[in-house]
């Protein structure tokens, strides 16, 4: 999904390339920053029109379905739901990984 959002742009001193230095959703706040910009960094400090790309909404949280296996891969070991997807790995020494694979598999939720 795309929107329109006031980007304030800003060149540094010296020269180098144009910065994005914070983006608003109203061209009134974006203005606003763009007055209170410390001109001692900035050569050029401006507002502009900008399309922002916003990210999907995420699936809400399912949590994975009990009961959970260990799955053991070339020395790693894994967490596993009922439906064999991997949810976590384990890290630590051997000792430590069955350790807590033990106690992970054995409780009921």
């Not at 060149?11 to 209170?36: E, Q, R």
């Amino acid at each position: 999904m795309i929107e329109t959002s006031f980007a304030v742009r800003g060149t540094p001193k010296g020269g180098g390339a144009v910065l994005t230095l914070k983006s608003f959703d109203s061209h009134d706040d974006a203005i606003n920053h763009a007055l209170g910009v410390n001109l001692k960094y900035w050569d050029d400090v401006w507002v502009e029109k900008a399309d922002r790309r916003r990210l999907p909404q995420r699936a809400p949280f399912v949590p994975p379905p009990f009961p959970w296996s260990v799955l053991w891969v070339n020395g790693h070991a894994y967490l596993a739901a009922a439906d064999g997807r991997k949810i976590a790995s384990l890290l630590g020494t051997q000792e430590m990984r069955e350790y807590v694979a033990n106690f992970l598999c054995d409780v009921e939720p």
